[in-house]
């Protein structure tokens, strides 16, 4: 009994680590990124927090504060159109929209604030997607002012493999140096990883905010900016450390 105790315990422990050493990510993506002539112009965006290296753990979130997109400075708010999708005991979300018009499109959605009892800090990410609609090529950097975003100096879209995009983090609106900028791949198409270290990326902002990475790998890629905040988060009566994120996906396809 006390050697089945010790294996359990050992088996717990490697997994809670396991789950620590990929980096957490708020996924948002639909299918594809560029919508040319004759493809359907409703788009499925899937809202759930995982670790995209593994696929999973996937984590039980609350409703995103917010969600919509950006067009030629124009906001458009959706965020009455979030949807809850419940697998089993978890609770992710979903966003349908249909495209009426050719342009390019910043959609967003904010994260409410998420716990994670195993490194007992809490967690906000603000993630975003450029989506182009019947190549219309259009304003690609609009801000949409959360407290940690990534602006893109290379277009952020139609992106061939080994592509290299550079942006920039701003944290309160104001270019954020040496902070961390993690990247991972969305890992559907089974990539064996040699161990967990090869689980992420990791690059750090020069002093004017700026950061460049290759992405080696066709499929959708996760880019977050991480930056703590300096006040504790207070929840239930007890204060956390509050790691803020700001985070851009990126589709890439081989040149065939």
């Not at 030629?72 to 697998?87: F, G, I, M």
């Not at 409410?112 to 195993?118: F, Q």
Request: charged share 15%; hydrophobic share 45%.
């Amino acid at each position: 009994m006390k050697s089945i105790v010790s294996v359990s315990f050992i088996f717990i422990a490697l997994w809670l680590y396991s789950c620590q050493v990929a980096a957490h990510f708020l996924a948002f993506f639909p299918k594809t990124q560029v919508i040319d002539a004759g493809d359907s112009r409703r788009l499925h965006f899937p809202i759930h927090f995982t670790h995209p290296s593994t696929l999973g753990p996937t984590m039980s979130i609350a409703r995103p504060v917010s969600a919509g997109y950006m067009i030629n400075d124009t906001r458009v708010e959706l965020t009455d159109e979030l949807k809850a999708v419940n697998q089993g005991s978890k609770t992710s979300w979903g966003l349908d929209v249909n495209l009426r018009r050719p342009g390019t499109y910043t959609f967003y959605t904010n994260q409410a604030p998420y716990l994670d009892p195993t490194e007992e800090v809490v967690i906000t990410q603000y993630a975003k997607v450029v989506i182009d609609a019947f190549a219309a090529l259009g304003q690609w950097q609009p801000t949409i002012g959360t407290p940690v975003e990534i602006i893109p100096l290379t277009r952020p879209f139609a992106l061939w493999t080994n592509s290299l995009f550079t942006g920039r983090v701003l944290a309160d609106g104001r270019p954020a140096a040496n902070v961390s900028v993690e990247v991972e791949y969305y890992n559907d198409s089974g990539v064996v990883l040699p161990s967990d270290a090869w689980a992420s990326l990791e690059v750090r902002t020069n002093s004017a905010g700026e950061f460049s990475v290759v992405l080696p790998r066709e499929g959708w890629w996760g880019i977050a900016a991480l930056v703590p905040d300096e006040m504790s988060f207070t929840l239930e009566g007890k204060q956390y450390q509050h790691e803020q994120a700001g985070v851009i996906w990126l589709q890439v396809r081989d040149m065939n």
